[in-house]
């Protein structure tokens, strides 16, 4: 069945960076578009990054523009979300999701697969 294993989360001083990686299995990676959200406590989850199937587009919402990079290995059926300058707001369960296309990826109900989650804890 198919499976997305989210890694890297952790606890981090503000600042500071982290890697999250998101491994998937038993899907043909390189026909989904991936996409990175994100949900704090008592908030909605909120969409933070996307890459199109091949890596040649990518978006990230302003929030976290020049500080977060989204990039996928198709070899490695990974997709990874690079955070640096990482900011208390920044703290939530980070979730890799997996969708046809990158058009219209805000859209959390139209992913047809989701990871378990990462927690990022930023401290100021």
């Known amino acids: 069945q198919v499976q997305l294993v989210e890694s890297g989360g952790g606890l981090v001083q503000a600042g500071g960076s982290l890697r999250l990686s998101c491994a998937a299995s038993g899907l043909t990676f390189n026909t989904y578009a991936m996409g990175w959200f994100r949900q704090a406590p008592g908030k909605e989850r909120e969409f933070v990054a996307g890459?199109?199937?091949?890596?040649?587009?990518?978006y990230v919402i302003e929030s976290v523009k020049g500080r977060f990079t989204v990039s996928r290995d198709n070899a490695k059926n990974t997709v990874y979300l690079i955070m640096n300058n990482l900011k208390p707001e920044d703290t939530a369960v980070y979730y890799c999701?997996?969708?046809?296309?990158?058009?219209?990826?805000?859209?959390?109900?139209?992913?047809?697969?989701w990871g378990q989650g990462t927690q990022v804890t930023v401290s100021s």
């Open positions: 890459i199109s199937r091949t890596g040649e587009n990518t």
């Open positions: 999701g997996a969708r046809e296309w990158l058009y219209g990826a805000r859209d959390p109900s139209t992913y047809d697969y």
